[in-house]
């Protein structure tokens, strides 16, 4: 268990004091449109005769609908009844998106000092790796602008937040590739 005093950033973006963030499900409409398009390939396989004169047709039109309602429903099913959610911003009505930036455990130091003086730009410049063992996570508002971010180590089955949640005004951050 982790007796560390700082707070996940997945659970602090609900209970910053200046934007109002909500956990939104999301979307059910490529549940439906796959549902619907899956539907209307099974229907067209059956009712009409060009198709049914070729038995491939036939066939292939029948086996990708029966996949798309399949698909569909499972993606349906899920997005209903899961505990999938997505971070919404009242204030700037917009979708969060998370983004992680995995660096080597020696650099969470110097992370660290970029995210305290608020230098988005070292941060930017500092090397990464693929291998996550160090993850800086991010959470952008597109249309606002504004970003929260925390360095996370990786300590044997968890993560855990070694420094605090840095927010950053829209004025701060620099719309830049690095950041998404």
Request: glycine share 8%; with cysteine.
């Amino acid at each position: 268990m982790n007796d560390n005093t700082f707070k996940h950033i997945d659970q602090a973006i609900y209970e910053m004091p200046d934007m109002q963030v909500v956990r939104r499900r999301k979307s059910l409409l490529p549940a439906f449109l796959l549902l619907v398009i899956g539907a209307a390939m099974i229907t067209l396989c059956m009712t009409s005769p060009g198709v049914t004169a070729n038995a491939n047709l036939h066939a292939s039109l029948l086996v990708c609908g029966w996949v798309l309602v399949l698909v569909g429903g499972i993606i349906l099913l899920v997005r209903l009844f899961g505990k999938g959610s997505v971070p919404y911003n009242l204030t700037g009505r917009e979708k969060l998106k998370r983004k992680e930036f995995y660096f080597e455990t020696g650099k969470l130091p110097e992370v660290k000092e970029c995210l305290r003086r608020g230098d988005l730009e070292a941060l930017g410049r500092i090397p990464r790796i693929t291998t996550p063992v160090a993850v800086l996570v991010v959470y952008r508002g597109v249309t606002s602008g504004s970003l929260m971010c925390q360095p996370l180590e990786y300590i044997p089955h968890e993560y855990v937040p070694v420094a605090e949640m840095a927010i950053f005004k829209p004025e701060e951050v620099k719309v830049s590739s690095v950041w998404f």
